[in-house]
């Protein structure tokens, strides 16, 4: 299983971007973003879980602003960002797993990790 994150860049306060991950091998049950920012932990940003139909779920701190998304035919997940603030600076990390729904938005939810992109909101 590999996955290769893209899309990241400089953006200034109140744009958007448009994060990718393509992935290779199997489908798993569960698909998401992390972000860490400089001098900081890693955090969940926002998930999709096949559970009962599909959910998403989101970090209290870009919900409203950012919307996951998978595209089955193309095994690639996205997240859409837009109102970014300077606080939304981080590199951002796409993960697929098994996840249940108490570890979808843990770190240990997941057992594979894209290699991370940075992205930059500037003031």
């Known amino acids: 299983v590999q996955l290769q994150a893209s899309g990241g860049g400089l953006v200034q306060a109140g744009g958007s971007l448009r994060l990718s991950c393509a992935a290779s091998?199997?489908?798993?049950?569960?698909y998401a973003w992390f972000r860490q920012a400089p001098g900081k932990e890693r955090e969940f940003v926002a998930a999709?879980?096949?559970?009962?139909?599909?959910?998403?779920f989101y970090a209290d701190s870009v919900k409203g602003r950012f919307t996951i998304s998978r595209d089955n035919a193309k095994n690639t997940l996205y997240l859409e960002m837009n109102s970014l603030k300077p606080e939304d600076t981080a590199v951002y990390y796409c993960?697929?797993?098994?996840?249940?729904?108490?570890?979808?938005?843990?770190?240990?939810?997941?057992?594979?990790w894209g290699q991370g992109t940075l992205v930059t909101v500037s003031s």
């Open positions: 993960a697929a797993g098994d996840s249940i729904l108490s570890s979808v938005t843990t770190y240990e939810g997941y057992r594979y």
């Open positions: 091998g199997r489908t798993f049950r569960s």
């Open positions: 999709v879980l096949r559970y009962s139909g599909r959910r998403e």
